[in-house]
């Protein structure tokens, strides 16, 4: 590749909080360079963002048909070579099949869409078209992620017997949706967000990490979702208990309620022989527990002989100590996407590593979880089959 | 009071874990010494037993029986004041009635009793008898445990909304029990143990935090109880969602087969305000988080003004940054029930603080957990009425 | 500004370590471009790096002065703005010179230059010139390090009286400057490095962060240099006792031998009324320690009422509980930078936020530094005046 | 052994800090009851401290002659076994000269004596007579600090480079000793504690710790002490520089302003192949770092294969994860004291986990450390020669 990657963005115009995490993402690798955007449903907003991030004005875009059809027309080596959706999930369906039916590929933020049915009809556009989707669960590009699943899938802890991951946030303890916050708005507005606000929100994450990591499925569940704070129209909170494919048990915490709580994802697996554990709040650092040896702590860049594994190795740029991360793990996402693109474009293939990333399969699986938990939370019996 | 309280024990001879334990916590602070047991079944091992502790040979008796008996007849300056029952869960009961039906006070580990219904009898002993019931949850001794249960019942948190308990343990990953392990053997052993293994063992000591703190009734629960390891014949592992009296949730989780834990109790509890979280393997600290403030590391034992409960002062002996553990926090238990009894002897009133330690009640209710969460895993419906 | 600022890169050709960090941290934020490199002193190196990194042909150059040269004759519109100087420490001061002389304003890694005499030099050209520049002085870039100087010099803690500050690195444990570590090679060699090894690298960090902090100045120092593996020609491990202007005494530790240890710079500060404490391994928090009231844990991006200073949620990209690290401290280095020169080539003011960046004086102090604690480590006098 | 050791004590009246620590560690594992007391100067305290102690009334002495004199002449099935002197520092040599004269073994607050004239008699004395001289260095009595010299004397990190050993404590940040605080009076009053104020009481557990893991001696030293209140007569605060005689270098730091820490003594120890930490907060806890492989965490009581030296194991009370702490510690070391003094009367030989208990030897160079510390602050030298 003798060029840089040209990315398109839909969403994520000023003062929108993922848009701006998804152009450094993007912008730190030197990979990829953002070429045209259609920022913001509100014309002004998007040109004065186009503007502030220095798009030519000729590529700043005030709806992302145009923006798809106009880039469409330009010549290959001008026009964007991939879209990054950004808007709130009730936006996220359209501008992605367009997309793809114009021939680009997409990055598209989860969940990935609004209801499972668009989720499913995007899976088969994706297979149609033979483009790749890239779906940002970010918490998948975190390199001792990678390791924990390296090992787990690896056998490291043999058989997998109990899973607890927990994400407890705390900025909804208020009725922020009515006091101003905008990301609090759409995000327990059903209209925009779907049918589930916590777990739609954050629970998902929980769940595409537990099966990520352990290379297992759900297959039952039972959920109590929660509304902890009057006047919120979606939950914001939950509890579920789970049921794996090869007979493991678990349960997944999600909550927004847990007040002075700030993004506390932490997953603790145990098998047969041992247990790992990791926390984002600490994302360099994965533990791991042993029957009778003492507890290791496994550090990312870290020189060590025979124990992290190349998935580990290839999402680190700096050696232990020089702590990555949340930016840099968003950043593997498109890192990763971008180096299985261009290893496409230049004809050639691209290695393990580089195909390690979220795509429109765990979108959907995401998208059933949500429908299962929702369907789950409202039912009187113990366990709901996880239906896809 | 002009003398140490006397002590006979019943169980916890040699090689026994918790009687060496229960002997510690009653010896520390100098108020209690240990004048008598029936410390086996075993009259060898009683013998011996009684020896080692230095006991005269005339205190040292071969059955619970005789001992209640013999004492009962010894002039009121010489004979015990207490028994202290150590013995697995199915011989906790007879020995507890006799000895109340003999005018002693009682000391017992818990599970209180083997069933519910014996629960309900001891219960209805106690109130008959007037004497003191003591039962060791030990991790309420703890002093930070104290003053999380200060500030949550007194009102810090604001109306509790959400609860995380946890007791993952994995000393029983392996089929121990069929290899020698003599604390195994006994725990996953229906007829010694009970009804329930992981949950009667440590899930009570959960479930008994999360209420001690809170103040709150679990109402329903809903409960996976697993046997993990082949040819086990109790649970071994769980998992339980819980609604409270207040509208509250929670979700328990209790293992033993969480390979590489070993004794890692740990609650959070969320409010509109703010979160305590405790952990036993770092019991000095309770951390309190709030909306719109940092987290505060509370410490046992510091000189902070206006900060720590009398309940958390009055159970600490050090300055902050020696820390105390979980033998202290046994103490505790025992230091409060013979400062109690002493005020009672001396004619005097307790305090509050004295008073507080764990009793018949909290065993009536620690049992019906175990006969619930049975129940619960047991039954398709997702909602069990938490009935005693 | 309607535009990314350019740079040009001496140094940082492939396999080189800090000229990737700097590429990334200037990447970051979409403020900067990479316009054009003089990446090695090996030609094809120099020329197989630009084209790794998408740069022009005509714009890759195989030495600095070339490329000075020929940047200062391309149009206004084109040309870089300013040079980034990622070489060993021997090769700093030429192209320092070079680019002032030229106009370039000039980014530079630490320590600024190979002797005292040559940082006074430099010191001097930037005065005469009017031009900025920037000395990455990574750790200062850090959030939570800014919150504490904030705090610190806001007078929190009333009076400094003790300061301990430590940077311990295991990575020189064996003579790896022997097995073909390109790395160890360079720093350990006196030629290259500087009259110091570990305090040149590492201990200016640590001296440098201690002054940013505080604000106070290093009066006196006792200093005892170790070369602790066999072989090696500079000193791999220190401690120094510190003087400093308003009375406190202080410790600093600096090591590249302290085996298993990775790069734990870490600082504490104490004062009348309380202390902080800062680490590199978990960047993202701030510990406030207080004489009567319990230690609070300040994090990075979080939604505090009324704690947080200016300084440090200017340095956040994202809310609390998404870690940032490294690669991001070091980008808010180039990131204000960029603001100031921004600022000024639009004609206006950068705010007092952006004008914090580690600058020429700074440069200078580090440098003496140097000097003073291998005169102090020579010496059999206790106490080393600090002369610059 | 068929009874308890019986224990006399000198000090530890009511409100006396460490006169109660030493009865908790000496109950707390039934093998040593407080037999007489000379529990203070004052006669009612003396009395009332007796009384609350359940003394009988004739064992209650007014002074330390009395006791040891009329103890002396009581039947040998009586008389208490061995003296404990919790008295502040400058008395302690005269009651443990007449003790010793009289036959009795002794027990001893660190620092030893007054002087380290004082110290070498007392050496002579204690060689003389034969008898058993324990000084309670709590710090060596944690588990976890045994195994650390097990692991650093048996070779695990190679040949020792590098030694960090730290005491930081904040109580005397303010001039605490004119407040009423009776601990702050006699500890900062160069008339009851000696020559140095905390390097004397806080200093020397440092400098025991080390040279008690290490098996190392200090050889130089290079000390800066402070005082950092105003109207304070003694230290406060102070830095060394260290070398050893295996040509190891380090720093110890101790401190009382150091405004909110605890007690937060923390030792590193550097070797050619790695690392061990411990700090006193986290006492169950030794990480052991290495070169090229992950960090390890050693528990307590842990059911590892083959990781935990005998000297560990055997001063555990319970399993790893129950948490055990400072009185425990403090415990360990009365009860390998009474071990040793049980197997002497028993007439047999104590193992040799039993027999590692701080001795007058190690109180020697605690006085020759104060000496020498001392002596170097005030000196011009950069290094003071180590001279007992």
Known sequence: MNRKLRMGMVGGGKD???????????????????????????????????????????????????????????????????????????????????????????????????????????????????LQLCLTHTYSGYPMVKQARAMVQGGALGKVRKVIVEYPQGWLSRLSEREGNAQAAWRTDPKKS????????????????????????????????????????????????????????????????????????????????????WAQHEPNTLIAKWLDQPTQILRAGANYTGVLSSFATHNCRTPGGHPEGYLEAFGNIYRNFALTLSAHIDGGQPTKEMLDFPRVEEGVRGMAFIDNVVKSSASKEKWTLFEV
């Open 16 to 130: 929108a909080f993922i848009g701006a995490v998804h152009r450094i993402a993007a912008n730190m690798d030197g990979l990829i360079e953002l070429s045209c955007g259609a920022l913001s449903v509100n014309p002004d907003v998007a040109i004065a963002s186009g503007k502030m991030l220095f798009l030519p004005e000729d590529r700043i875009y005030t709806n992302y048909e145009d923006m798809i059809r106009a880039e469409s027309k330009l010549p290959a080596d001008k026009r964007m070579d991939f879209v990054t959706i950004v808007t709130p999930n009730f936006a996220h369906f359209a501008p992605a099949m367009m997309a793809l039916d114009h021939g680009f590929h997409v990055v598209i933020e989860k969940p990935m869409t609004f209801t499972l049915d668009e989720a499913k009809q995007l899976s088969k556009k994706v297979e149609e078209t033979g």
């Open 194 to 277: 779907g049918k589930s606000g916590c777990m739609g929100d954050i629970g998902t994450h929980a769940a595409h990490l537990t099966e990520y990591i352990t290379g297992l499925k759900i297959t039952h569940l039972c959920a109590d979702l929660n509304t902890m704070v009057e006047g919120r129209h979606l939950d914001d909170d939950g509890n579920v208990l789970l049921k794996f494919d090869n007979g493991a048990a678990g349960v997944l915490v999600a909550s927004q309620i847990a007040a002075g709580e700030e993004n506390a994802l932490k997953i603790r697996i145990y098998g047969e022989l041992g247990g790992v554990e």
